[in-house]
């Protein structure tokens, strides 16, 4: 499943800068907006704006709650006689109800600052313990990895020497790195951190530099005529270039990231996800891990959403 | 010590290593030209003049020979050379006006508001003051390239490089940029080269035109100036026979003596 994930690193399919530039001509050529809105002499009747937009929002989310319903009833049918071994919906609903509805659990707020008591937690506290070691260890992926993009994409020296070692190094599966992690780190967190780190530093590299590989030439040669020191080039033609790359990178990063810290936390157990999923299987209440799959599922959709979000602010604005 | 032109190529040559050995782009070109001159060079695809263009420009090295500029000898690029681009190669990611204070916070000292009067300066001169803050893809491809000639003049250049500009653009945006180079031309009286392989556009624009022989191995191979006085009107002059026997004579040297190295392969 990690070689799956590696084998995408490779692949970006950042929209070009220069691309965009040819759309430019239809915007001057649209008619003014004052055209549009319906005129006072011809009545057009029309529904409410607020009916319209829920309409559409209805269009688009409908499908996809049709298609849950329909597996959710699939799987009840399914898994609805008395010795099957994977518990249907309405079994997970009344056997964790605990867990669904208390995600918050062993934590008390002192005003708004949350603090956890007690070993026996709920799942939230779990994502939230797992999500802090993705910070740091994928922060540091993503300053290490646009670091040395740029170099192996801006120097053919630094690009022959290490890109072969980054080739290789980027098909070793993330656990592969567990037993090296622990035996350095000694403890869960930093050892998990380091996992998050090697496994997402990979695609953020490559893609660093091949997006600095693939500046148009024009836009290098601008920098050379308007004698750009090397610190200009970097933030004034550099850096805006290469974004889209860049995140696409980012974006494939947090994802594995996501991938190896639950499978991480699994085998070293203590705390996060990873060790809830693990726990509940040990303890037989495989109605749990179903749900932890769920969070856990949801949670990584919202960060790639949310890296794919900040890349396309970034870009518009650079 | 010699006299030389403002602008002196001497003895360039310019061979690019390739898998079948080394090949010789431009063999011995020299090229003399004075301040404020405007001078064309023309020659069929793959003649090279892009290649000496680039040369002045500091952007391609020259295996042999030396290029002058107001006596020192350049080798590199630098905002003395303003080049515009045929792609026009505005960044797509800063405003018209960004582009233009990007060449001009370069070039220019002096404070703020003196930079930014400048850059709007420019803009007018090109007539794009109405579009400062639009991005270069809300633009057609003639008003990209006004941008791109704004960028360059704002950097008051000592001499202006142009390569192929109007290359891309429709013969009437074609047309219209051209009448604002002469104007602008008329107002800052600059050094240029420009690249074309447009006959008309050589002759209406240029003081000289300097044709090339085909490559490989291209050379100058004519050097014919256009005495014709200025301000120039495309349609007054199109009837002079200044202009008419000019024309002719280049288009002679493009498709009698030197005639398009495709055609003749096949």
Known sequence: MYSTANAVAKVSPAPEPAALEESGVVIALSPPAATLAPSKELPVRRLPRFVEAAGEAAAAVLPTIVVIAALLAIWQFACSAPGSTLPSPSRIWTESHDVIMHPLKGVTFHGIVPSVEGGDVGIAVHIVTSLRRVAIGFGLAAICGIGLGVLIGQSRLAYRALDPLFQVLRTVPPLAWLPISLAVFQQAQPSTVFLIFITAIWPVILNTAAGVQAIPPTYRNVGKVLALNPLQYFTKIMLPATVPHMFTGLR??????????VAAEMVQGGTGIGFFIWDSYNSSLLTDTIVALVWIGLVGFALDRIVGWIGRRIAHQA | MKNRSYLALEGISVTFPTRKGPFTALDQVDLSIEKGEFVALIGHSGCGKSTLLNVIAGLTKASRGVVFLDGEVVDRPGPDRAVIFQDHSLLPWLTVEENVRLAVDQTMKGGRAERRDWVRHNLELVHMGHALAK???ELSGGMKQRVGIARAIAMTPR????????????????????????????KTNNTVVMITHDVDEAVLLADRVVMMTNGPAATIGEDLRIAMPRPRNRIEVAETREYNHARAEVLHFLHQRFSNPVDQAA
């Open chain 1, 252 to 261: 494939i990063g947090v994802g594995m990231s996501w991938l190896a810290i």
């Open chain 2, 135 to 137: 991005r270069p893809a």
């Open chain 2, 159 to 186: 001499v202006l490089l142009m390569d192929e500009p109007f290359g891309a653009l429709d013969a009437l945006t074609r047309a219209s940029l051209q009448d604002a180079v002469m104007d602008i031309q008329a």
